[in-house]
T-cell receptor
């Protein structure tokens, strides 16, 4: 089976940096995704990590450590529009290519 | 272009109604998915179509009936739903239809907000 853990909620200030953690226990590992989802809208793809290290994409970066079963999403220069749910999804192995989603972290950015 | 479209955006139906949700993508993706999402919960996988054939059914009740008329279209037919079926229904697609590639990413449509009275 697969177990994915993220904090339920985080708050941060506009202009600041926030790190959202995701830990996982899976049967094998074939990639980790981060999605952003605004309330009532579809998840939007942010990043994909399959090798250890940091992937940077503008204000957003994602880090992976396979040996620790750990990833984080780093958001810099926070903006009010970054208030959303951030979903970590992990693709295991064993024939299924469908990622399993964590419960998501609700990020609230305040002025 | 990474657009997946869904219609309608909102749907209200009674428990005796029959309705359909539609999903379309023109990215040449060979896998298409239906997810159900309740408020403050992650998306739950319902069905997967791979090369227009149903490959995964996550023990979904028969009141939900998927259909894939061609490689670009995916429908979800609804009949005799229950109020607890009210949710956001998301369609997604990904490039690979057979197993996976290391970079296979799911792209989601905007969803249909379904309310069952």
């Amino acid at each position: 089976g697969q177990n994915i853990d993220q904090p339920t909620e985080m708050t941060a200030t506009e202009g600041a940096i926030v790190q959202i953690n995701c830990t996982y226990q899976t049967s094998g590992f074939n990639g980790l995704f981060w999605y952003q989802q605004h309330a009532g809208e579809a998840p939007t793809f942010l990043s994909y990590n399959v090798l250890d290290g940091l992937e940077e994409k503008g204000r957003f970066s994602s880090f992976l450590s396979r040996s620790k079963g750990y990833s984080y999403l780093l958001l810099k220069e926070l903006q009010m529009k970054d208030s959303a749910s951030y979903l970590c999804a992990v693709r295991g192995s064993g024939g299924s290519y469908i990622p399993t989603f964590g419960r998501g972290t609700s990020l609230i950015v305040h002025p | 272009d990474t657009e997946v479209t869904q219609t309608p955006k909102h749907l209200v139906m009674g428990m005796t109604n029959k309705k359909s949700l539609k999903c379309e993508q023109h990215m040449g993706h060979r896998a298409m998915y239906w997810y159900k999402q309740k408020a403050k919960k992650p998306p739950e996988l319902m069905f997967v179509y791979s090369y227009e054939k149903l490959s995964i059914n996550e023990s979904v009740p028969s009141r939900f009936s998927p259909e894939c008329p061609n490689s670009s279209l995916l429908n979800l037919h609804l009949h005799a739903l229950q109020p607890e079926d009210s949710a956001l229904y998301l369609c997604a697609s990904s490039q690979s239809g057979t197993g996976y590639t290391s970079t296979d990413t799911q792209y989601f449509g905007p969803g249909t907000r379904l309310t069952v009275l």
